[in-house]
């Protein structure tokens, strides 16, 4: 499977974004999906992850309640919504998948077989 991230840019602290993880193939509901991110200087961490059936979902402490990961299967897109940000939050984001149903969400990098290219999200304070 193919990813192709967009949504990236640049945003006030306390503004929002909405990324989006568009999916080549038609297998898309049977894939796992996830939103991690990096920034700068720092190692790649996990933000976000929706089981295949979309009724499991995993979020980062430092992102929860502030972002929404969702997926829609008619059009093989993964999002993340991204309110209140902050400049914490300033990074790559990189969506990923992996062929599985588990109904267990992903938390961890190695446990993804699929990347997409990264988009950055800058929040200005």
């Known amino acids: 499977v193919q990813l192709q991230a967009s949504g990236g840019g640049l945003v006030q602290a306390g503004g929002s974004l909405r990324l989006s993880c568009a999916a080549s193939g038609r297998t898309f509901s049977s894939y796992l999906m996830g939103w991690f991110r990096q920034a700068p200087g720092k190692e790649r961490e996990f933000v976000a992850a929706i089981t295949a059936s979309g009724g499991g979902t995993a979020y980062a402490d430092s992102v929860k309640g502030r972002f929404t990961i969702s997926r829609d299967a008619v059009k093989n897109t993964v999002y993340l919504q991204m309110n209140s940000l902050k400049p914490e939050d300033t990074a790559d984001y990189y969506c990923?998948?992996?062929?599985?149903?588990?109904?267990?969400?992903?938390?961890?990098?190695?446990?993804?077989?699929?990347w997409g290219q990264g988009t950055l999200v800058t929040v200005s304070s």
């Open positions: 990923a998948s992996k062929l599985t149903r588990t109904t267990v969400p992903v938390t961890t990098a190695p446990g993804y077989a699929f």
